[in-house]
């Protein structure tokens, strides 16, 4: 019983021994973290300025080799207007002859294509001087730019294509054909068909050309056909 009581009291002297001592604090095992976090802040911050510096340096750079750029190009310009301004009369004056030149080719070709149409009468009209008159007679002529039109009385359905056929060999002429032929009626509006080989009333039309329009889509169809 004394000793149970002894050692009772012995545990609760540590215990008041202890809570006399005062707390003096902790302290930290690993120093060198908060030491190697810190040089690290730093290192980034470091590498950031050198960063924005770099990044400055290469703006400013590039901004300062493009004023010169364009200074020089600004200097090249000048010299060049520099040296064109002595030209500028003769330049001028060889424009206004180029424009003349192209004036008077397009005033060339438009009095030649408005002249065509007489050309093909003339020549048509020097074919026909030699004509003899007693089996064709030429009754009406119509002329276009293209084609002409020919109303003609004849002797008969020979005479008529001999006559179609000279004129198409005229120079320049692309194609003859007849469109009408039929007997004239008599007095009264009688048919003189019984009259076998009396005179016959025809229409013929002589081809000088294709409009451009025509000659334009029948060379179309002809690559056309040539591709397939």
Same mark, same amino acid.
């Given at each position: 019983?004394? $000793?149970?009581?002894?050692?009772?009291?012995?545990?609760?002297?540590? $215990?008041?021994?202890?809570? $006399?001592?005062?707390?003096?604090? @902790?302290?930290?095992?690993?120093?060198?973290?908060?030491?190697?976090?810190?040089?690290?802040?730093?290192?980034?911050?470091?590498?950031?300025? !050198?960063?924005?510096? !770099?990044?400055?340096? @290469?703006?400013?750079?590039?901004?300062?080799?493009?004023?010169?750029?364009?200074?020089?190009? %600004?200097?090249?310009?000048?010299?060049?207007?520099?040296?064109?301004?002595?030209?500028?009369?003769?330049?001028?004056?060889?424009?206004?002859?180029?424009?003349?030149?192209? %004036?008077?080719? /397009?005033?060339?070709?438009?009095?030649?294509?408005?002249?065509?149409?007489?050309?093909? =009468?003339?020549?048509?009209? %020097?074919?026909?001087?030699?004509?003899?008159?007693?089996? !064709? !007679?030429?009754?009406?002529?119509?002329?276009?730019?293209? /084609?002409? /039109?020919?109303?003609?009385?004849?002797?008969?359905?020979?005479?008529?294509? /001999?006559? =179609?056929?000279?004129?198409?060999?005229?120079?320049?002429?692309?194609?003859?054909?007849?469109?009408?032929?039929?007997?004239?009626?008599?007095?009264?509006?009688?048919?003189?068909?019984?009259?076998?080989?009396?005179?016959?009333?025809?229409?013929?039309?002589?081809?000088?050309?294709?409009?451009?329009?025509?000659?334009?889509? $029948?060379?179309?169809?002809?690559?056309? @056909?040539?591709?397939?």
């Amino acid at each position: 019983m004394k $000793a149970v009581l002894s050692f009772s009291s012995g545990v609760a002297a540590s $215990a008041d021994q202890r809570a $006399a001592v005062p707390w003096l604090g @902790g302290f930290n095992l690993l120093p060198y973290r908060q030491r190697n976090a810190r040089l690290a802040r730093r290192r980034c911050m470091r590498d950031w300025a !050198v960063a924005a510096c !770099v990044g400055a340096a @290469g703006v400013l750079l590039v901004a300062g080799w493009q004023s010169f750029a364009a200074a020089r190009l %600004d200097a090249r310009r000048a010299a060049a207007g520099q040296a064109l301004t002595p030209l500028a009369v003769p330049l001028a004056e060889h424009a206004k002859l180029s424009r003349a030149e192209q %004036d008077e080719r /397009e005033a060339a070709a438009r009095a030649a294509s408005l002249a065509r149409p007489l050309a093909h =009468l003339r020549d048509l009209l %020097d074919a026909l001087s030699f004509e003899p008159g007693d089996r !064709v !007679v030429l009754r009406q002529l119509r002329q276009r730019e293209y /084609e002409t /039109e020919l109303l003609a009385t004849s002797s008969g359905h020979i005479a008529s294509a /001999e006559w =179609l056929k000279r004129l198409g060999a005229i120079h320049g002429v692309q194609g003859a054909e007849m469109r009408d032929l039929h007997r004239p009626t008599g007095k009264g509006g009688a048919s003189m068909e019984q009259a076998i080989g009396g005179p016959v009333e025809f229409d013929a039309r002589l081809r000088w050309g294709d409009p451009p329009h025509k000659a334009t889509r $029948a060379l179309k169809a002809a690559r056309t @056909g040539g591709a397939r």
